[in-house]
């Protein structure tokens, strides 16, 4: 059992449990759905490693000040409440209903999220009036992660990539915020594990023909290079703003 801030997140409403039983691949030049999904993480992660500092991380792994901090905790506020928004939005053509109640879930997960986050951008004196996204931040999460043709789609671009990733950046950021927002990360990266884990159960259940496992390469490989353009325009803000 995960526990965050004594509460156990197994009791959170909307709790399921995740099949993780790979379904069978279709004779048709499909990799087995688990080796898919291995191989696909290993590349990503890979990939990952070789990225020049400031793409892999938010802050290229240094020290942040507070007006780097704030530039951060606004950034993740507004992508947490993007994620609610978008994933609600898929509810409603969710047909399959593991993943349907584990969205559900995730919802009111990065709708909390986003209140933590929230909270530590006003115990710092700050709010979001008047800020406004990177292009790239848009292109990459109100435009590429919403875009997704089906349940798959969607998943594969979010739950592979876009939650690898979210959890990679907090747990680098980790050693280089001040204790309040170390709590508060800590409050979320258990849930961003889960949705990690939706991520997988959904490749192992449905990425079972050449075609669908062509289509989830696309999406997870189109979302890291927006990740890395959308770090990279963190690090140009940052630039702009320290100049
Ligand atoms: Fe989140
Ligand atoms: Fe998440």
Known sequence: MTLTDGVATSALPGDIE??????????????????????????LAAARAALPDDEASFGAHKPLDTAE?????????????NAAHFIGAWLAETPE??????????????????????SQL??????????????????WIQEFYPAGDDTLERVAAHNITGELGAAQG??????RV??????????????????IALGRTTVLRYATTADRQRRV???????????????????????????
């Open 97 to 118: 209903t593991e993943v349907f109640c584990a969205l559900a879930r995730q919802v009111h997960d990065e709708a909390r999220h986003y209140k933590i986050v929230m």
């Open 122 to 139: 006003e115990a710092l004196g700050e709010t979001m009036d008047g800020w406004e996204p990177e292009p790239e931040w848009v292109a």
């Open 170 to 175: 907090m747990e680098d950021l980790l050693p």
């Open 18 to 43: 995740l099949d993780d039983a790979p379904a069978a691949a279709a004779d048709d030049g499909a990799l087995d759905p688990k080796a898919f999904y291995e191989g696909l993480v290993a590349e």
């Open 217 to 243: 390469r696309e999406r997870v490989m189109g979302a890291f290079a927006l990740e890395r353009s959308g770090r990279a325009a963190y690090e140009r803000r940052i630039e702009a703003l320290t100049a």
């Open 69 to 81: 901090l704030v530039e951060w905790l606004k950034f993740q506020a507004w992508y947490e409440l």
């Open 178 to 195: 001040p204790p309040g927002v170390q709590k508060a990360i800590g409050k979320i990266l258990p849930d961003e594990r889960f949705h």
